[in-house]
C-alpha cells in the first residue's frame, strides 16, 4: 500500500540571476511501512525534500500526497493540524522544549492536539527509548543521545503515517549514532513505522530498505 507519493515536485528559490533551483522536478513513492534513506552531499537539495513532504514549506510546483490526501491543497491552518498528526518529524538538533521534562516533551503533539493520552503506550515507549530513569529530567540534564531519543519519541507519540529524520544522527558521536540508527530501526520493525531518513553518510543510509540518491535537486539513483 503506497502511503507516500511525490509528483513532479520543484522548489525555486529567489529570481533572475539570484534564482536557485533547489529541486528539479522530483518524483517517487513509498510503500506503508518502508524504510527509506535518501543520500546526498550538502546542498543536494535532500533537506528542501523532506521539508516540502512535511508540509514545513511549500513547493514552486508538483505534489505530495501522504495517505492519499494532496497536503498542498490544504490551507495553512488544516495542514498545520494536519502534519502535527500524520507527520513525525526528527530533527538533526532535537528541538526539544527547554522548560519541559523528557515526558512533557514526548507528549507534547497530543497535548497541542488536545488528545488523550494512552498511558500505556507512552510508558511503553519510554522504556523502548531507554528513558525510563530520565523521563522527569529537563533537556539540558540530558547527553545528546538522550536528547534524540526524547525527540523520537514525540515523533511516535501520535502514531503518524510517516516518520521524517533529517540527519538524525549528525550532531552525535559514533557510539550515540548507532544506537539512534538501531531504535529507528526497531521502531520501523515492531510498530511497522514508515520512515524516510535524510543522510550524508552511506554506512548509515544501509539500514534502510531501499536508498534514493540526491544530487543537483534531482533523483540520480535508487538502490
Known amino acids: 500500500m503506497e502511503i507516500l507519493k511525490v509528483e513532479n515536485l520543484s522548489k525555486i528559490y529567489g529570481k533572475g540571476d539570484t534564482k536557485v533551483k533547489a529541486l528539479d522536478d522530483v518524483s517517487f513513492s513509498v510503500e506503508k511501512g518502508e ?110 543521545g538522550q536528547q534524540q531519543r526524547t525527540s523520537i519519541g514525540r515523533a511516535l507519540i501520535t502514531n503518524p503515517a510517516i516518520i521524517l529524520a533529517d540527519e538524525p544522527t549528525g550532531n552525535l558521536d559514533s557510539k550515540s549514532s548507532e544506537e539512534i540508527v538501531e531504535l529507528l530501526k526497531k521502531s520501523h520493525r515492531d510498530y511497522k513505522q514508515t520512515i524516510i531518513m535524510i543522510t550524508h553518510n552511506l554506512e548509515i543510509a544501509k539500514n534502510a530498505d531501499r536508498i534514493i540518491k540526491i544530487e543537483d535537486g534531482r533523483i540520480v539513483g535508487e538502490s
Not at 138 to 144: A, D, F, K, R, V
Open 35 to 144: 524504510f527509506v534513506a535518501i543520500v546526498g552531499a550538502s546542498g543536494s537539495g535532500k533537506s528542501t525534500l523532506l521539508h516540502l513532504i512535511g508540509g514545513v514549506d511549500r513547493p514552486t510546483s508538483g505534489k505530495v500526497f501522504i495517505d492519499d490526501k494532496d497536503i498542498y491543497a490544504l490551507n495553512d491552518e488544516k495542514l498545520a493540524i494536519f502534519r502535527r498528526r500524520q507527520v513525525g518529524l526528527i530533527y538533526q538538533f532535537y528541538n526539544l522544549i527547554p522548560i519541559l521534562n523528557v515526558e512533557e516533551n514526548i507528549v507534547l503533539p497530543l497535548k497541542l492536539d488536545n488528545r488523550t493520552i494512552n498511558q500505556k503506550y507512552l510508558d511503553e515507549l519510554i522504556k523502548t527509548l531507554g528513558l525510563e530513569k530520565r523521563r522527569t529530567h529537563l533537556p539540558n540534564e540530558l547527553s545528546g
